[in-house]
Each structure stands twice: as structure tokens, then as C-alpha cells.
């Protein structure tokens, strides 16, 4: 998988569609380091920017998540977001092999304590997520629990490939926001090594989901879930 992982996602970064996106594209990928060179070198790890720019149609993370999920087939793929609200879009991506996605409860959100409107955030993420998951058997829904902790995790990993960096997997990063992440593609056993590492870590402080989310959650997400 990692060397198709690495053609595609250099592909992924240097192409788009047409108008601005493309443009966008032609100018990242004229980087030394985004394009070429990479193949060259005799290093044992690649990294790839991958940028997510709706305004521009530019959705290179949406679009590397799927291939690696679609790529993994049976093998199982975990995810860690902040903010779990995924597109109509990215759920299709999720429900393409068994995903472990890691959660925030609702007491290690950022929103948590908040004020006003902001209070019931938390419900709203938490419904969301209840959501989803009846809807893709093959996701295993998690939430991360650690006293005093709050939880802003996001990444992905799957074998010798990882992306990391600002996108929260969710509607947001969808439709709204300008997100960077980066794609590790590894053979370096050390690398292998420290990223299975922190992803265990994480999974040691998780457990099933629960439902924590107040009565309103399920009537406001409908209005609510394009925002979260």
C-alpha cells in the first residue's frame, strides 16, 4: 500500500479538476518538495500537504481519506476528531472498511461549560456521532476519558500512513473552513513505531460511546449539524 499511497497522493496534491482549484494546485505542486524530488530522495518517509480550501473546491484531504479508506478494505483504519460531524460525503468514505473513530465525551470538549448557546454544543456533537454510527455498522464509536484532560485529537492511521494536522473529518472542514493536514507515508520502523505508539495511547483512555446528550440535541441537530 505505500508506494500506491505515495503516487496517489502526490497525484492528489498536483492535480485538480478546473478554474482556481487547478490553479491553486499548479502552484503547490510546482514546490520541489511537493512534487519529483520526493520520488528521488533516499529517505524512507514522505509528507505530503494536503489542503482543504471549499471556497476554491480544493478538498485534498476529503479526497486522501478516501482513498485511504477505500484502500484498506477489511483492515481496520482509526480516526481521532475534536469535532465528529461528518459530511453525507465523508460518511460514505467511513463506511468503506472498519473505522475505530475516537471522540471527545462530552465532558473533554472543548465546549463543554460554555455559555448560552455554546452550552449544548457538546450535546449536539455527541447526538451527531450516535447518529453516524447507527448508520455505518462497520464504525466502532469511541469516546476518550482521562480526568482533568480536555480532547482535541485528530489524525488518522492506518499501517504505514497517517495524516495529521487541523481537519476534524466533519462538515466544517467539508464546507466551511480552510484546513492543512499532512499525509506520512513511512517505511522507517522507529516512525512505524512511535505513531502505533500514540495511537494505542489513545485507545487506552477510550471506551464505547455513550449517549450523553440532553433531549434537545436530536430536535436541534437538524437545524444545527451544517455549523458543527
Known amino acids: 500500500f505505500g508506494t500506491n499511497a505515495v503516487i496517489f497522493l502526490e497525484a492528489v496534491v498536483s492535480t485538480q479538476s478546473t478554474g482556481a482549484a487547478a490553479q491553486t494546485a499548479r502552484t503547490f ?9 520526493l520520488e528521488r530522495t533516499e529517505g524512507d518517509t514522505s509528507v505530503f500537504p494536503l489542503f482543504q480550501i471549499p471556497y476554491f473546491h480544493l478538498r485534498q484531504i476529503d479526497e486522501a481519506l478516501h482513498l485511504i479508506l477505500q484502500r484498506a478494505r477489511d483492515e481496520e483504519v482509526t480516526i481521532a476528531s475534536g469535532y465528529f460531524n461528518p459530511s453525507q460525503k465523508q460518511a460514505y468514505s467511513l463506511s468503506q472498511t472498519t473505522t475505530r473513530v475516537i471522540l471527545p465525551s462530552s465532558k473533554l470538549n472543548g465546549f463543554h461549560g460554555g455559555r448560552g448557546l455554546k452550552a449544548g454544543i457538546p450535546d449536539l456533537y455527541n447526538a451527531a456521532a450516535l447518529r453516524c454510527g447507527r448508520r455505518n455498522p462497520k464504525m466502532q464509536l469511541l469516546q476518550y476519558e482521562r480526568e482533568g484532560w480536555s480532547f482535541h485529537g485528530k489524525g488518522l492511521w492506518h499501517r504505514n500512513t497517517t495524516i495529521l494536522g487541523s481537519s476534524n473529518f466533519n462538515r466544517r ?3 466551511r473552513d480552510f484546513e492543512l493536514s499532512f499525509a506520512v507515508v513511512t517505511e522507517n520502523e522507529s516512525l512505524k513505531d512511535a505513531l502505533e505508539d500514540e495511537r494505542e495511547r489513545l485507545l487506552f483512555y477510550s471506551s ?12 436541534g441537530l437538524p437545524f444545527m449539524s451544517s455549523f458543527l
Do not use: V
Not at 505542486?29 to 524530488?37: I, L, Q, V
Not at 464505547?208 to 430536535?219: G, N, W
Open 29 to 37: 505542486s510546482s514546490c520541489n518538495f511537493m512534487r519529483g524530488k
Open 208 to 219: 464505547p460511546l455513550r449517549k450523553e446528550h440532553r433531549p434537545f440535541a436530536f430536535i
Open 173 to 175: 472542514a467539508d464546507g
